[in-house]
Nanobody
Framework: QVQLVETGGGLVQAGGSLRLSCAAS???????TGWFRQAPGKEREFVAA???????????ESVKGRFTISRDDSDNAKNMVYLQMNGLKPEDTGVYFCALTRSASSRWSVDYAHWGQGTQVTVSS
């Protein structure tokens, strides 16, 4: 069984920073981790993803240069993935989810099999 828990969301002013954490436990070997977000009334959208095996990272164009995804796999029992968000904008507001995929390289939510409950990020102008 796989469990994902996101933390680190909150309220921040435009231009500020937040660091989201995703703790993945259970049968997570072979999965890559991605971050998605969903604003009210909008569809869930891809933010970033990182593959342990290849070292590949992907970013949405809207967050490139501002967000950084990183992994810490030193603890096999609980693999951590982080999303450092700098230069936050009001349009970054939404619920942020981490998710796992076995796809070699995907930005599509349908390719992600396991999801966390999400953490709210609100950026005020």
């Amino acid at each position: 069984q796989v469990q994902l828990v996101e933390t680190g969301g909150g309220l921040v002013q435009a231009g500020g920073s937040l660091r989201l954490s995703c703790a993945a436990s259970g049968r997570t070997f072979g999965y890559a981790t991605g971050w998605f977000r969903q604003a009210p009334g909008k569809e869930r959208e891809f933010v970033a993803a990182a593959w342990r095996s290849s070292g590949v990272t992907l970013y949405a164009e809207s967050v490139k240069g501002r967000f950084t995804i990183s992994r810490d796999d030193s603890d096999n029992a609980k693999n951590m993935v982080y999303l450092q968000m700098n230069g936050l904008k009001p349009e970054d507001t939404g619920v942020y989810f981490c998710a796992l995929t076995r796809s070699a390289s995907s930005r599509w939510s349908v390719d992600y099999a396991h999801w966390g409950q999400g953490t709210q990020v609100t950026v005020s102008s």
